[in-house]
């Protein structure tokens, strides 16, 4: 018991790393995560792709070319929210979060490692949905600013998807239940947000439920990186609508974190 | 020892005046303990008579009502990380939840601590060398405790809670832990575990408090603890009728009862009082709500 190791004080950096391997670890070898958040989109691009993949939707864009940034968005949503508020209500549940806050780890190194899990996954994600796209459904990549318009939607989405997944996991006082309260929330969304259904063909107050929303600014943004620039017109406003798309996911990211932030504890709701 | 952070005249843990209210309930209702550094210390008492709740305000989890508390020269409820890198704690219950084997958590925990142990030498110390490669849904319930005592231990920590540490052992476990307790004893680690087993707290403890209805009723030494109970209990059968008396003289009592009686005394037993008795006996009193009951049971 007294053989002592040679090593040198855990610095933050140190310490978010060894949380993110934790994490990945965590994520890699839970089948539920697995199947239905990193193969899910994936699975669903290609059923939807095979079944009405060469529907014509727009001159030159077929419904599998318009599923594919439909699925991206939506494998943000699922991999920052609904994949986060169930595996946090469910550490909280058994008192992992408690033997977290139990240890030196810092809660900014937590919650860095949470999101950097996050990250990773969605662009590991996204990597394989385009690939598929690619190579089955003819959609091409972005070039030159498309790729600026991707990286910052992304982030932004992102960020809104983990804040108010973590919000979410405080919500959920019996994880059990979560996923009959997370999944209704996440499909209801998935249909008029323009992910399995195209958003113009939906009716206009749905839309505007929709709007309010993140997933449809989302997928409108990949939408904008994804397809043709002449699908713009298109669109429900004729417009990708770039400035709206940045300041709804910014309010979204920054009502989000004040909720995470206010509702979130270590310990369980029956705890104190 | 010597290299500790606090000046020696402050104790590991001290409390004063402690309160802890849920509503009317008053879980931990005015208690005071200090706990000298490199004391192990155990806390006994009924379930619910406020043991983890003390625990865990000492831990930093809960807030209390009312009082003072530092742990290691600091207020819990205001402590930083510093601060937990001084601690082990071991939380009650267990969890089969995780994608981790034992090692790989061992690593982890012992990668955010500046001195760890060695994870090997860990996972030998406490018997999981073995199972090092299992998850914590292959692994039993006594056998997730343990992992849960390297856990706690990992750090080198100066002060360590164990809250039940042995629910679940089988006696060759509970004998291991044992040993365990006596090596991080021996490092000059601070110990304080909760514990329902009384042969546990005797074994390990260098003073036994015991609890009830939110109230220390009694803080000693086993040895201490086990003197109170002065009286033994002589019961037989006299005339058909099964008798116990309780005497602090039971050689006068025998031999009085040896004079009046031809040949064999039937059912004859004289029993010395356990530490058991004893703590029943002040479990029974603080329920009853007074210090002395002192009557022979017939």
Do not use: C
Not at chain 1, 74 to 103: C, P, W, Y
Not at chain 1, 141 to 148: E, H, R, T, V
Request: proline fraction near 4%; aromatic fraction near 8%.
């Amino acid at each position: 018991m007294t053989a002592a190791t040679a090593s040198s004080a855990p610095t933050w950096t140190s310490m978010t790393r060894s949380r993110l391997v934790v994490e990945l670890k965590e994520f890699l070898r839970s089948r539920e995560q697995m199947v239905f958040i990193f193969f899910f989109p994936m699975m669903l691009l290609l059923l939807f792709g095979s079944v009405f993949g060469g529907q014509e939707i727009a001159d030159g864009v077929s419904f599998a070319q318009y599923f594919l940034p439909g699925m991206v968005a939506s494998g943000i949503l699922n991999t920052g929210f609904q994949s986060l508020a169930m595996s946090i209500a469910i550490d909280r549940d058994e008192d992992v979060l408690k033997r977290v806050h139990a240890t030196p780890l810092p809660a900014t190194s937590f919650f860095a490692a949470k999101v950097a899990q996050v990250l990773i996954v969605s662009v590991v994600q996204i990597a394989a949905l385009v690939a598929i796209g690619v190579a089955m459904y003819d959609a091409s990549l972005p070039s030159g600013s498309g790729w600026w318009t991707f990286t910052w939607v992304f982030l932004l989405g992102t960020a809104a998807s983990t804040t108010l997944g973590i919000a979410m996991s405080s919500l959920l006082r019996n994880a059990k239940a979560g996923s009959a309260i997370i999944t209704p929330i996440v499909l209801f969304l998935q249909f008029t947000s323009g992910v399995f259904l195209v958003y113009t063909q939906i009716p206009t107050f749905l839309q505007h439920v929709a709007a309010v929303f993140p997933l449809k600014w989302l997928a409108q943004g990949m939408r904008s990186v994804f397809l043709p620039e002449s699908f713009e017109a298109a669109e429900a406003s004729g417009s990708w609508q770039h400035p709206a798309t940045a300041i709804v996911l910014t309010l979204w990211v920054i009502a989000g974190l004040v909720l995470a932030v206010r509702t979130f504890r270590w310990t369980r709701h029956d705890d104190n | 020892m010597l290299a500790r952070l606090d000046p020696m005249s402050e104790p590991a843990i001290r409390i004063e005046g402690l309160h802890k209210h849920y509503g009317d309930l008053h879980a931990v209702d005015g208690l005071d303990l200090e706990i000298p550094h490199g004391e192990v210390f155990a806390l006994l008492g009924p379930n619910g008579a406020g043991k983890s709740t003390t625990v865990e305000i000492l831990e930093g989890f809960r807030k209390r009502t009312a009082g003072e508390v530092t742990v290691l020269g600091v207020d819990p409820h205001h402590a930083g990380k510093g601060w937990r890198g001084r601690l082990g704690i071991m939380l009650q219950g267990t969890s089969e939840h995780g994608a981790l084997t034992a090692r790989e958590s061992l690593h982890y925990a012992a990668s955010l601590y500046s001195d760890p142990r060695d994870v090997d030498a860990t996972l030998e110390a406490v018997g999981l060398a073995e199972k090092a490669g299992a998850k914590p849904a292959t692994l039993s319930g006594g056998q997730r405790r343990r992992l849960d005592v390297a856990l706690a231990v990992i750090g080198r920590p100066e002060l360590v809670f164990l809250d039940e540490p042995t629910t679940g052992f089988d006696p060759e476990a509970r004998r291991q832990f044992w040993t365990l307790i006596e090596s991080l004893r021996e490092d000059g680690t601070t110990i304080l575990l909760t514990t329902h087993y009384l042969d546990e707290a005797d074994h390990l403890a260098d003073r036994i408090g015991i609890i009830a209805a939110g109230r220390m009723v009694a803080l000693d030494t086993p040895v201490g603890l086990r003197s109170r109970a002065a009286d033994a209990r002589v019961s037989w059968v006299e005339g058909g009728t099964a008798r116990t008396v309780e005497t602090a003289t039971p050689s006068a009592l025998l031999r009085e009862l040896l004079a009046r009686t031809d040949g064999e005394v039937e059912g004859l037993e004289v029993v010395h009082p356990s530490l058991e008795d004893v703590y029943l006996q002040l479990i029974d009193d603080a329920s009853r709500g007074h210090a002395e009951t002192e009557e022979a049971v017939a």
